[in-house]
């Protein structure tokens, strides 16, 4: 986040894109859409587009990873090449393996893992279209499709950000306020204790500022949870019809 910009980002207390400072961008999510994996999910947040499908659980090869009390709960996120607008180059880089790394242990933090002792739980987060806040949308994706799967877990996992954009504290940053803003701040809730998965912060902000904006993106997390629960609960209805 550079903070600094000709651009402007806040202009008679609207954001670039309409929306008021608590205001999520829109959100549609669909679940059983890749037929060969066991759960699946697909998610528009904003611009955002990303595909979610799970593999598992089944036994974990090289048999020297296996952990005779759990499962491995592993997540590859990975942004395809088309997904930006200057065109991204193919495989892992060090961002790629950093949010991999924290979605999987975002993940593992709910899934029953216990139930499936030397075995692994592969979920595969693809990132189609990029506009900010890929990571919220790439976790809520992948708890969606471990539900699709049947995956017993505690609860979802529901993710959102909140940010600093022109001095004032706003919820769910797009592409230009990600770019240009000074914090932007994504965390991943467990819903029903309301215990946090994920919590990060790019960009710096005051005790206070900071308060506001972990309790903004809260909201936010709360907010997507309902969208999740309602879209499982819709497909559930449409497979007993």
């Excluded at 202009?11 to 400072?21: E, I, P």
């Excluded at 893992?113 to 979920?123: C, Q, T």
């Excluded at 919220?136 to 992948?142: E, N, P, V, Y």
Aim: glycine share 8%.
């Amino acid at each position: 986040m550079s903070g600094k910009s000709n651009v402007v980002l806040i202009k008679d207390g609207k954001r670039l894109d309409g929306r008021k400072f608590d205001e999520l961008r829109d959100i549609k999510m669909e679940v059983g859409v890749l037929p060969r994996a066991q759960g699946s999910s697909y998610l528009e947040w904003g611009k955002n587009k990303v595909m979610a499908g799970v593999y598992g659980p089944r036994k974990l090869h090289p048999m020297f990873l296996q952990n005779p009390t759990k499962a491995l709960v592993r997540c590859v996120y990975n942004m395809a090449p088309f997904s930006v607008e200057d065109r991204k180059r193919p495989g892992p880089d060090r961002r790629s393996v950093e949010i991999s790394k924290i979605c999987s242990e975002a993940l593992d933090s709910v899934v029953l893992s216990e139930r499936f002792p030397n075995a692994v739980i592969d979920i595969f987060v693809e990132i189609l279209q990029a506009d900010a806040g890929t990571r919220c949308a790439g976790l809520t994706a992948a708890s969606m499709a471990l539900a699709d799967a049947g995956i017993p877990m505690k609860d979802l996992i529901a993710s959102c950000a909140a940010g600093k954009v022109e001095g004032e504290i706003v919820l769910d940053l797009m592409k230009e306020e990600d770019n240009y803003g000074e914090c932007d701040l994504p965390i991943a809730i467990i819903p029903r204790k309301k215990e946090f998965a994920l919590l990060q912060m790019d960009g710096k902000l005051s005790r206070q500022e900071y308060s506001k904006a972990l309790n903004l993106a809260m909201d936010g997390c709360l907010k997507v949870y309902e969208i999740q629960k309602q879209t499982l609960i819709d497909s559930a209805k449409v497979e007993a019809n």
